[in-house]
């Protein structure tokens, strides 16, 4: 196995989940730059926020493309490679998550890379790996978003049910380990991107979305 096709697996997954579609798509539907809006992510919630459902749900679907793309980059260049795909969708949510397009200076000496918060590409990954799980993994993810009506906790919980969904197979039917060992990662990345809104939600400040914010609504 070529150390330099593992490496260049790697830099296209990368650079793949690095583009930043809800960055792009706010900019050209309403000419703002969606890093100085609300969360400032420029992940699919985000997007929803600054231009509309339209353009967050283009940005979540063209998100959870990376994670599939990745994929389907590692088994093309190095088919049955179940560890080089679980490593190639975890760049992608690197990528997505710490984009070198979205590349600030803040400071003498002092650097930051911007993204989103990794749910989509986390997805978009699983179902690289066993398209089935697009089938699981979204309509419980869809049941907590309306249902419990946090997008912070939907968002942790598409690497939750990932790890639980390929554990079971890992068990069951004797799929590779690599795939609960990409959930768990994923599942550290999209914690360490969710902090702030983790804060939040053990201070009770965190936003609504759903059913739960239209009832608030209701009640003013």
Request: glycine share 14%; hydrophobic share 55%; charged share 10%.
């Amino acid at each position: 196995m070529s150390v330099i096709k593992i490496i260049t697996i790697f830099m296209l997954a990368y650079l793949v989940g690095s583009i930043p579609f809800g960055l792009i798509f706010v900019k050209i539907l309403k000419g703002h730059d969606i890093r100085n809006i609300e969360s400032g992510r420029t992940g699919g919630t985000n997007a929803g926020r600054a231009a509309g459902t339209g353009a967050g749900v283009l940005t979540g679907v063209m998100d959870f493309f990376k994670g599939f793309i990745a994929v389907m980059i590692a088994r093309t260049m190095i088919p049955g490679a179940p560890w080089i795909e679980a490593f190639a969708a975890i760049f992608a949510i690197l990528g997505h998550n710490y984009s070198i397009f979205l590349l600030e200076r803040h400071g003498p000496g002092k650097y930051l890379l911007r993204g989103g918060a990794g749910g989509a590409p986390c997805m978009g990954g699983s179902f690289g790996f066993y398209p089935p799980s697009l089938f699981i993994i979204l309509p419980v993810a869809m049941l907590i978003l309306f249902g419990v009506g946090y997008a912070s906790i939907t968002t942790l919980s598409i690497a939750f049910l990932a790890i639980v969904l390929f554990t079971i197979r890992a068990f069951a039917f004797g799929s590779s380990w690599a795939y609960v060992f990409y959930g768990v990662i994923a599942q550290i990345l999209l914690i360490i991107a969710l902090q702030s809104n983790i804060k939040r939600l053990l201070s009770g400040n965190e936003r609504l979305v759903g059913i739960r914010a239209w009832l608030e609504k209701r009640k003013k």
